[in-house]
């Protein structure tokens, strides 16, 4: 028995596998592509982060010492404050606006005006400043009304693997229960 991690750092994908006893038993990372469009500002491409993730949970699930191992459990280290706007389905429609990107402080402004920092910290457990979700939100919806329009939901790391890997999974599940 073995579990997986992922990583989804801001320069790469790293998954591993370890036994119970923490003992590691295979390892894969793929570098991220940064995108600068422009001086101060940061994007990763989900696709690529998608990709490069199946490529190395391709690596892990051929190890031998996996495959002795099979996992029981799967768990995401990620930002948990980057969001990118997705359609329907789970394919990213633009993307992934990096916490060292600088943009967004007349938005994070205009939010500190709406409420205190303490009631924001309050209501959600952190400060209104440009990396929050809520201002990234603000942001695309301000810049991109057309990408806004046709989002179904904007996702961080964490929910975009967790809904394409278990959307993957139910497909396998039906799969094997029809073939």
């Keep these: 028995m ?3 991690g992922v990583d989804i750092g801001s320069s790469s994908v790293k998954i591993a596998a370890y036994r119970e006893d923490g003992r590691l038993l295979a390892q894969a990372k793929e570098g991220l592509t ?6 101060g500002w ?3 491409d989900p696709r690529e982060v998608w990709s490069r993730t199946i490529e190395c949970l391709g690596r892990i699930a051929l ?3 996996v495959r002795r191992n099979p996992p029981v459990a799967l768990a995401i280290s990620a930002s948990g404050r980057e969001i990118f706007p997705v359609d329907g389905k789970g394919s990213a ?3 992934c606006i990096m916490a060292g990107d600088t943009r967004g402080a007349d938005i994070e402004a205009s939010t500190l005006g709406r409420a205190s920092a303490e009631k ?3 209501a959600c457990g952190h400060l209104p400043e440009r990396m929050d979700p809520v201002n990234r939100l603000l ?3 301000r810049n991109h009304p057309e990408v806004t329009a046709r ?4 996702l961080g790391w964490h929910e975009f693997l967790t809904l394409r890997l278990g959307a993957g999974l139910l497909l396998t599940q039906a799969w094997r229960v029809s073939g």
């Design 2 to 4: 073995s579990l997986i």
């Design 34 to 39: 940064a995108h600068r469009p422009q001086p």
């Design 42 to 44: 940061w994007e990763n």
């Design 63 to 65: 190890a031998g010492t």
């Design 93 to 95: 429609l633009g993307p």
């Design 120 to 122: 924001w910290y309050a």
């Design 139 to 141: 942001w695309w919806r």
């Design 151 to 154: 989002s179904a939901q904007f």
